[in-house]
């Protein structure tokens, strides 16, 4: 994976995705996923796949499809609870990661679906 470009651009904070986040999406294979029930519970769950299952659907929107995993639907009752979610993607052998925090929603769109079969 190319990683010019990569360093030390993460140590701004803004309020959309830049070009330069979305290669770092784009190339990375991991995602972690932190969740709270409106108890205050928190979950942490990974999500992988080949590098690209992340989707940047715009500027503010990632498409991130759910796949197999420990079989549990945690993070899916807590969104239903309290939509924030933080995001930890990784690319490995990679010395940045990319944190992202926003509101997320469960989507039910069939050609997003689709998509990311």
Do not use: C, W
Not at 66 to 71: P, S
Not at 75 to 88: I, T
Not at 101 to 113: L, T
């Amino acid at each position: 994976m190319p990683t010019e470009g990569f360093t030390n651009t993460f140590l701004k904070v803004a309020d959309q995705l830049n070009p330069v986040a979305e290669r770092f999406i784009a190339a990375a294979p991991f995602v972690i996923i932190s969740t709270k029930s409106s108890g205050g519970l928190i979950d942490v769950s990974p999500k992988d796949d080949p590098a690209g299952f992340v989707e940047v659907y715009n500027d503010k929107t990632l498409i991130i499809p759910d796949r197999l995993g420990n079989h549990r639907v945690d993070g899916f009752l807590n969104l239903l609870e309290d939509p924030n979610v933080a995001l930890l993607f990784v690319v490995p052998g990679h010395g940045d990661t990319l944190r992202n925090a926003g509101k997320a929603r469960i989507g039910k769109d069939r050609a997003i679906s689709k998509r990311h079969a």
